[in-house]
């Protein structure tokens, strides 16, 4: 084993933005989510612009365009604290283009509440720290636990001094950490919460601070790991086999509820410093998919292990395609005895929740679907996969396989298995144990998607060091 | 594949081991009248002496060579099996032999007949196999790069070259080097195991310099008893590496039978309560049962440490211990489902299948499976003497894993 020194990997940030690409009500109006508020409760809404608003809205009256451009983004990444200062300009004299900047900057702001990236401000002294976890909580746009009753009790007692100015919510989430001993680990329904340090040790499936990382708007792609394997099989007939495998992850924000998995051929341009490309013939690009709502996937694809090959990854670029949820409903049904033709309308189809039965200890619950969507069993099952089957502590069963069958022109009937087994994630979101128990089931939850958006993420990574020899 | 330089020839047989020393000869009277006496095979220096084996044929029927060969190499490698007979019918073959090593003689024979040597009866021994896989295991057992020494052949399988870099945890580019090799006893050894795992002594690259690593530089897997092992030499990647491993040497010594005495009960079927003493151990064979297509031999030995490593030697022990129906075919051993301890008494139970499973480790040829008739015999050869036997050995002239 030999070891050099590293020369650590640049993020260029090259795409600035998520590419937007389709807004796509698949599904028919149904109640919006909750919108979640991130003004910052340290700080009264000021309405007067505060020097760095002002700065930037002088600046979109720059002869230059492209510093136009970028005082426009300037605000826009300035987020949801700066909404009312922006309001009150727009009741100014302005001209036609910085209005239309002030309005397209309000827009995008608004867009960002819902999908976009967490623009964290904090500003507190020696302040209840449960206070700040809800304040936190309240601009990432998701419950992080903090309500939870271990983080309650750890809180109790403890204060905290934080001071942060429109951060990333990375940046924003490490400082937090390191304030007060809170540490991100996956929750038992495999989204992001705080614990305590002391109780959730390398609990993360990944290390979310790594610093070779390029952030799009709510997602993030890290660079993890390269592997040269180089296999020399001696004898008659026998062949080399070489390999090379970079592995990343991706991860979005907890705000977002991606339910569409990334697309395999994420992959664009891989090329060393001499401008090979290191792409083979045959890619084989690869995305994890998990099991329920997933908010990190690791990526993972063959390299050329060519001739003369460089030191380093001078540029690699991909774009991960996603399905966001953008509305939903929550149906609950609170005791499953009485479920009886519970009837869904959902973008021109029609769900039905037949019944609830017990065949000889199989859990099944009948479904029937009708209308357009019977042709897309991938969707029909996307959609029936959140259904959850609770005990009487919100236990969920073991979800089994779905079956299909249609008996009538126009309906597809629909049943789906579960088992009275606990499942347990040791390690986090990836990987899973299944526990022999007699859970008994009460109650259905079910988070319905009613409209979702696709999203683009184009990123690119450079100067990665490629594996080399001492 | 080629013999040792002079240097490297020599077979060494060091002192006397000790597989159960504290065993002494089997007491026959114990046995019940309707077992066979134990059978002593006298400790021999020509047991531990490769073969050298002596053939000129002109044009002969293949079957009467294939005997031959067995009974020179001592060992039966399977030619009485129906599959070979049938083979070797209508077959004839030309060679000639002048004190050929084991091996050089399989190979010879092999390529001449169109046989291939392979691991049979869930990789117990070598026999030979028509329409079989050159290729043993995923390796060439006749590759030019193998050596022999003494009754073994050593054969360079592969080396890796594994370089990483972890972005997450910031480490330094990391590099692992390693050779696996594999070495084979010719089948008259009967080698308890392999006695040393630090064997590797010297590896340079063309430019003389040593890819010795710091670590533990070597070892063997599947340490128990067989007649192949997997080992492998962890080297290191250094700055300005040659091309190829210029010469690596090393010295393997193993744990052989050198006597040993042969229990055979020819009806199984009076079986119950057969006593046996081995020294200061006693061996009662309780009963051999079906249960659920398995059939389990229990017998209780006395005097036995179970504790590793002498463990292994115990399983090794039983290894040998072998159920076989009428036609001689063994039954397949699958294991010991229990043991258990009364004091100075262990109970032990030995777990059978009536299925001949040509099955080996690496399963890169076609799978043989036969049934077995009834049990009938059983056959169990407890070595009582085993000495050292030394292998030294230096390969050369083996390729790097390089770049493109």
Redesign the interface.
Same mark, same amino acid.
């Given at each position: 084993m030999s070891r050099t020194a590293p020369s650590p990997a640049r993020i260029t940030p090259v795409f600035a933005a998520v590419v937007w690409m389709i807004c796509c009500p698949v599904m028919g109006a149904a109640q919006d989510s909750p919108v979640p508020t991130t003004a910052p409760a340290t700080q009264p809404a000021a309405t007067q612009p505060t020097s760095a608003v002002q700065a930037a809205v002088d600046q979109l009256t720059n002869d230059d365009f492209g510093i136009r451009q970028a005082a426009q983004q300037k605000l826009v990444e300035m987020g949801q604290a700066i909404e009312p200062q922006l309001r009150q300009l727009l009741t100014r004299d302005l001209s036609d283009e910085v209005r239309a900047r002030v309005n397209g900057a309000l827009r995008q702001i608004d867009e960002n509440r819902l999908l976009g990236p967490a623009v964290i401000t904090l500003h507190y002294q020696d302040a209840p720290l449960q206070q700040v976890l809800d304040d936190f909580s309240q601009q990432v746009g998701a419950d992080l636990g903090v309500s939870g009753r271990q983080v309650m009790q750890y809180a109790k007692s403890r204060r905290a001094t934080i001071d942060l100015d429109h951060a990333d919510f990375l940046t924003a989430m490490q400082v937090l950490s390191q304030a007060t001993g809170l540490r991100p680990t996956i929750g038992s329904a495999s989204s992001m919460v705080l614990m305590p340090a002391r109780n959730n040790a390398n609990n993360m499936a990944f290390n979310i601070f790594n610093p070779h990382r390029r952030t799009v708007g709510a997602f993030t792609v890290y660079a993890i790991s390269c592997m040269l394997n180089r296999n020399l099989v001696y004898g008659r007939g026998a062949a080399d086999q070489n390999s090379m495998i970079l592995q990343l992850m991706a991860f979005a924000e907890p705000k977002l509820h991606v339910i569409g998995p990334a697309s395999q051929d994420w992959l664009k341009e891989c090329i060393d410093e001499k401008g090979q490309s290191l792409i083979p013939d045959v890619h084989q690009g690869f995305v994890s998919i998990e099991e329920g709502r997933q908010w990190f996937w690791r990526l993972q694809t063959n390299l050329l292990d060519i001739h003369g090959i460089g030191k380093k990854i001078a540029r690699l670029r991909g774009e991960l395609k996603f399905t966001v949820q953008t509305k939903s409903e929550q149906i609950q049904v609170a005791d499953l005895n009485h479920l009886d033709n519970l009837t869904r309308a959902v973008a021109g189809n029609s769900i039905t929740l037949k019944q609830f039965t017990n065949d000889g200890g199989q859990y099944q619950l009948h479904v029937m679907v009708s209308g357009p969507m019977i042709n897309d069993m991938e969707q029909v099952q996307s959609l029936l996969s959140t259904i959850q089957i609770l005990d009487d502590q919100d236990e969920a069963l073991q979800p089994g396989p779905m079956s299909a069958q249609t008996e009538n022109v126009g309906t597809l009937d629909m049943t789906l298995n579960y088992q009275p087994n606990r499942i347990v994630r040791p390690g986090g979101g990836a990987g899973r144990i299944v526990v022999n128990s007699a859970l008994v089931p009460r109650k259905l939850r079910w988070n319905l998607t009613t409209e979702t958006r696709a999203m683009n993420v184009p990123f690119e990574l450079d100067n990665l060091e490629l594996p080399h020899g001492p | 594949m080629a013999r040792e330089a002079p240097r490297l020839m020599r077979w060494c047989v060091l002192a006397a081991g000790g597989w159960l020393a504290c065993a002494a000869a089997l007491a026959q009277q114990d046995f019940a009248p309707s077992t066979q006496p134990a059978q002593t095979s006298p400790s021999t220096e020509s047991s531990l002496q490769p073969s050298a084996i002596t053939m000129h044929y002109k044009d002969a029927p293949l079957q009467g060579v294939l005997e031959d060969f067995a009974s020179q190499a001592d060992a039966d490698l399977g030619v009485q099996r129906r599959p070979i007979v049938d083979y070797a019918k209508s077959r004839r073959i030309s060679i000639d032999l002048d004190r050929a090593d084991f091996w050089t003689a399989l190979r010879t024979i092999s390529d001449r007949a169109g046989l291939r040597p392979q691991p049979y009866a869930s990789d117990a021994r070598m026999v030979f196999q028509v329409n079989a896989n050159?290729?043993f295991g995923g !390796?060439?057992m !006749? @590759?030019d790069?193998a050596k022999v020494s003494g009754g073994f052949l050593i054969?360079?399988?592969?080396?890796?070259?594994?370089?990483?870099?972890?972005?997450?945890?910031?480490?330094?580019?990391? @590099?692992?080097l390693w050779l696996e090799l594999i070495v084979m006893a010719e089948p008259k050894l009967r080698v308890i195991n392999p006695s040393n795992q630090e064997w590797l002594q010297q590896c340079v690259d063309e430019h003389g310099q040593s890819l010795l690593?710091g670590r533990r530089q070597s070892h063997f897997f599947n340490n128990g008893r067989g007649w192949w092992w997997t080992m492998q030499a962890n080297l290191?990647?250094?700055?300005n590496?040659g091309q190829r491993i210029a010469s690596l040497r090393g010295e393997l010594k193993f744990n052989v039978q050198s006597k040993s005495e042969t229990i055979q009960i020819d009806d199984l079927s009076k079986i119950q309560d057969l006593t046996k003493t081995v020294g200061d151990h006693t061996i009662v064979f309780k009963q051999l049962v079906n249960q659920g297509g398995q059939w389990k031999l229990q017998l209780s030995i006395t005097n036995v440490n179970l504790r590793p490593p002498v463990m292994r030697q115990t399983n090794n022990l039983f290894s040998t211990l072998q159920i076989l129906d009428a036609q001689n075919q063994p039954y397949t051993q699958v294991g010991i489902s229990s043991i258990s301890n009364h004091g100075q008494e262990t109970g032990v139970t030995i777990n059978f299948v009536g299925i001949i499973s040509n099955a080996p480790m690496m399963r890169a040829h076609a799978v043989e499976e036969q049934a077995v008739g009834p049990p009938k015999t059983l056959r169990w050869e407890i070595p009582t003497e085993t000495q050292i036997v030394s292998a030294p050995f230096e390969l050369t002239d083996?390729?790097?894993?390089?770049?493109?």
């Open positions: - | 050159a290729m !390796f060439d !006749f @590759s790069a054969i360079p399988w592969m080396c890796r070259l594994n370089r990483s870099v972890d972005y997450e945890h910031d480490t330094d580019n990391q @590099s692992d690593g290191k990647e250094v700055p590496m083996l390729q790097l894993p390089t770049e493109p």
